[in-house]
């Protein structure tokens, strides 16, 4: 079992930059493969952005084309946390934004991979 509890959500305005941080407990951190996934109201929870398994030593980054040259995944293994620098933030970012772990070297883009989530923090961009 992992848990993953989030924090670092707000309110920004637009243009603005927000550091997401997901801490993990449980299980061996560097075993899985971590991504982070957002859920806007009435819309489907969609990919964000996710990064490889730790064991490799080279970490992978993988980006939703919405958020690319904008967000970056990182993860540090001695603290089991996993982070989302969110710059340049738009209105469209506004969303609730979960955490997920899988145990694979090379993450999925859909929900239905991962194994565990964390509660989710809320993220609201103003115009």
């Known amino acids: 079992q992992v848990q993953l509890v989030e924090s670092g959500g707000g309110l920004v305005q637009a243009g603005g930059s927000l550091r997401l941080s997901c801490a993990a407990s449980g299980r061996t951190f560097t075993n899985y493969a971590m991504g982070w996934f957002r859920q806007a109201p009435g819309k489907e929870r969609e990919f964000v952005a996710a990064i490889t398994w730790s064991a490799v030593r080279t970490y992978y980054a993988y980006y939703a084309d919405s958020v690319k040259g904008r967000f970056t995944i990182s993860r540090d293994n001695a603290k089991n946390t996993v982070y989302l620098q969110m710059n340049s933030l738009k209105p469209e970012d506004t969303a609730i934004y979960y955490c997920?772990?899988?145990?694979?070297?090379?993450?999925?883009?859909?929900?239905?991979?991962?194994?565990?989530w964390g509660q989710g923090t809320q993220v609201t961009v103003s115009s």
């Open positions: 997920a772990a899988e145990r694979t070297v090379v993450p999925g883009r859909e929900p239905k991979s991962y194994d565990y």
